[in-house]
């Protein structure tokens, strides 16, 4: 699987589902398909793969983790660069400001309007310190290059104070997608182009339930012995949250409450513009592999 790639796609919900995409390379082609005409917002690091991808209506936000990544890296070098101090300095108070706001509770509304009375001014600051910076170093120092970077995605990095439930960061994604970074040399099955879709189905059912705190092997066993005689055309009542949903309404996990199921699908659809768009993200990955392995089953492939 080294020259394989898997996307992660994760929902803007501590609870929300996952979504594992596989592609032969890294090139644009594979996440603007998978986007499609998608119509909500799309956080990235600075991969130039993911530009001019999904629909005319899409917001393209950044990620903050990333640019001050290279500011650190130019700190790192040169611990006496106090242009690269200061930036990395303003960078962390908009991470601190998204601490308070977690440990305090506060929704999308709330974050937002925190947001903008006190992150704009820092976001504002940020600029005016970059292009000074970028103006009085070398082009092809680390901090004339974490400079670029930055003024090259600032549209993208200040779309987080017009949007309370972005996340300063896509640290979310990255720490989902981490597992399969550090397997996939181990993983020899990866190899094929036919068994990376499916590995990163089974990859998408699996985060998901982990995000939703669902047992996997509660839901494993429960959805796959029936599903070679489940109609496919009801796959989607299989999917962990629909899963969860009814279970949580039926029994209790060892003796104990069931987990909370978290209403994310409501949460989300207020979130995007359009419905199709997360329901066509879902079901792209989770019932293409239920309906897989129901058909599998059919053909005496699976008990």
């Not at 549209?155 to 970074?181: C, K």
Request: glycine share 10%; with cysteine; hydrophobic share 40%.
């Amino acid at each position: 699987m080294e020259d394989r790639y898997p996307f992660v796609i994760r929902f803007p919900d501590f609870g929300g589902p996952v979504v594992f995409d596989f592609q032969l390379d890294r090139g644009r082609q594979g996440p603007r398909q998978f986007l499609g005409e998608f119509a909500g917002i799309l956080q990235t690091d600075g991969y130039t793969g993911y530009g001019k991808v999904g629909g005319k209506d899409m917001v393209h936000a950044g990620c903050w983790a990333h640019a001050r990544r290279y500011f650190f890296q130019a700190v790192q070098l040169n611990r006496r660069d106090l242009l690269a101090l200061g930036i990395v300095a303003e960078i962390d108070k908009l991470f601190e400001l998204e601490a308070e706001a977690k440990a305090a509770g506060l929704g999308a509304a709330e974050r937002l309007g925190l947001r903008r009375k006190k992150a704009e001014p820092i976001v504002e600051g940020l600029k005016g310190g970059v292009e000074s910076a970028r103006a009085s170093t070398l082009p092809r120092s680390a901090l004339g290059k974490a400079c670029d970077d930055a003024l090259g995605r600032l549209g993208q990095l200040r779309r987080f104070p017009d949007y309370g439930q972005l996340e300063l960061s896509n640290n979310l994604a990255e720490n989902a997608i981490r597992p399969v970074a550090i397997g996939r040399k181990n993983w020899l099955h990866v190899g094929s182009e036919r068994a990376g879709p499916r590995v990163a189905a089974i990859i998408s059912i699996v985060e998901t339930c982990r995000r939703l705190s669902i047992p996997v092997r509660n839901y494993l066993s429960s959805v796959l012995p029936g599903l070679a005689s489940f109609p496919i055309n009801r796959i989607a009542e299989l999917t962990p949250t629909a899963w969860a949903a009814r279970i949580s309404r039926l029994v209790e996990f060892a003796g104990q409450q069931p987990p909370k199921v978290l209403t994310s699908e409501q949460r989300l659809r207020n979130v995007y513009d359009k419905r199709g768009a997360f329901e066509a993200f879902l079901e792209t990955a989770v019932c293409t592999f239920l309906a897989a392995a129901a058909r599998r089953g059919r053909a005496g492939l699976i008990g």
